[in-house]
C-alpha cells in the first residue's frame, strides 16, 4: 500500500512569491491534515479538509489556504511568502481516530 | 482544550540502557494517544497508538508505552536502545472527533555508545 506522498521535496522560493505544496493521501482515507514544523516552534497544525470540505484550520493568517479535490488529494497554497514561512510542511491523511499517516514533508526555504 | 506536555526535552542515554520518554496531558474528554519519532530529515512515523482496551500498548522497534487514566499520562519506554533510535520522538492526543492531533513539543533522545 502506498504511503502519504507529498511533493516537491524541497523548494525554494523568493520573499512575496506563492509556494504550492501538494499532497496524496493513502487510499481509501479522506481526511487530509497539514501541518508546519518550524525550527523551534514544533507542530503546528494548519488545516483539516474532510471530504472536499475545509473542516478546521489553525491560528494561521488567511495567506495560508488550500483544497481538497475529489480524488481526496490535496493543495496547500501559501501566498505573500514571508521569511518565517520557512518550515518542514507535513501532511497526514486518516480514517478519523485511527491516528495519522503522516508523508515524508516539503522543506520550504524562502529567502 | 486539549494539551501535551513532554517535560524533557532532550534525553541522552548509553546504548542497551533502558528508557523513558514522559508524556502528559490534559483533556475534559476521552483521548486517543499516540507516539510518533521522527528521524532527521523525515516524516513523522507511527510508532504505537492507544485507542481503548489494554492499557499497555506495544508498538514497532521494540517500544511500549502505558496509559494511566488518573495520571493523565502516557509514558514511552523501551528496556534496551540502541543507537538507531536516536531520534526525535513526539506524544499526540486526539479527542476523537476527528478534529487534529495536538502535540507535545518533542523528546530528543539520543543514544550514546
Known amino acids: 500500500e502506498a504511503g502519504v506522498t507529498q511533493s516537491p521535496t524541497h523548494l525554494i522560493k523568493t520573499r512575496g512569491q506563492q509556494a504550492t505544496l501538494r499532497c496524496s493521501p493513502i487510499s481509501g482515507h479522506t481526511s487530509v491534515y497539514w501541518y508546519q514544523q518550524a525550527l523551534g516552534l514544533g507542530l503546528q497544525f494548519l488545516l483539516w479538509?474532510?471530504?472536499?470540505?475545509?473542516?478546521n484550520r489553525g491560528n494561521f493568517p488567511p495567506r495560508f489556504s488550500g483544497r481538497q479535490f475529489p480524488n481526496y488529494s490535496s493543495e496547500l497554497n501559501v501566498n505573500a511568502l514571508e521569511l518565517e514561512d520557512s518550515a518542514l510542511y507535513l501532511c497526514?491523511?486518516?480514517?478519523?481516530?485511527?491516528?495519522?499517516?503522516f508523508g515524508s514533508g516539503t522543506r520550504l526555504t524562502v529567502v | 482544550a486539549q494539551s501535551v506536555t513532554q517535560l524533557d526535552s532532550q534525553v541522552p542515554v548509553f546504548e542497551e540502557a533502558p528508557v523513558e520518554l514522559r508524556c502528559n496531558y490534559s483533556s475534559s474528554v476521552s483521548v486517543y494517544l499516540f507516539w510518533y519519532v521522527q528521524y532527521p530529515n523525515q516524516g513523522l512515523q507511527l510508532l504505537l497508538k492507544y485507542l481503548s482496551g489494554s492499557t499497555l500498548v506495544k508498538g514497532i522497534n521494540g517500544f511500549e508505552a502505558e496509559f494511566n487514566k488518573s495520571q493523565t499520562s502516557f509514558h514511552l519506554r523501551k528496556p534496551s536502545v540502541h543507537i538507531s533510535d536516536t531520534a526525535e520522538y513526539f506524544c499526540?492526543?486526539?479527542?476523537?472527533?476527528?478534529?487534529?492531533?495536538?502535540f507535545g513539543t518533542g523528546t530528543q533522545l539520543k543514544v550514546e555508545l
Open positions: 499526540a492526543v486526539d479527542t476523537g472527533g476527528g478534529n487534529k492531533l495536538t
Open positions: 497526514a491523511s486518516s480514517f478519523p481516530g485511527y491516528g495519522y499517516t
Open positions: 479538509y474532510d471530504e472536499g470540505e475545509e473542516r
